[in-house]
């Protein structure tokens, strides 16, 4: 099992990069404007998918945001490492790749 200490700092880094990316992204999920003296209408279409994009990646990021605050329950449990599906042990690798993922692959197929 890898390091609890280092895994936790990772997640919690992973949050913050989180918090970043939506602060960020802030004024591309803004409300666009309907005066087409300002804006043609192809702008405006523009403008209204780069809205749609930066809602979707904001609901990732409140996903992986759910993700990663499970994970860290999931550390103070002391159940950290072991899928929520079966009980099994999560190959290392997978938890290295990802350390919010909550299933071994076996079971992440299964759904």
Request: one cysteine or more.
């Amino acid at each position: 099992m890898a390091d609890l200490d280092a895994v936790r700092q990772r997640l919690l880094a992973m949050q913050e990069d989180l918090a970043k990316a939506d602060e960020e992204a802030r004024a591309d999920r803004a409300p666009v404007e309907l005066d087409q003296s300002s804006v043609g209408r192809l702008s405006r279409m523009d403008a209204m998918q780069m809205q749609a994009m930066a809602v979707a990646a904001q609901q990732r990021r409140r996903i992986e945001r759910a993700m990663i605050e499970a994970a860290l329950r999931r550390i103070e449990a002391g159940e950290y490492g072991y899928c929520v599906g079966c009980g099994e042990p999560i190959a290392p690798a997978r938890l290295a790749n990802s350390p919010a993922v909550p299933t071994c692959l076996e079971c992440a197929k299964r759904k």
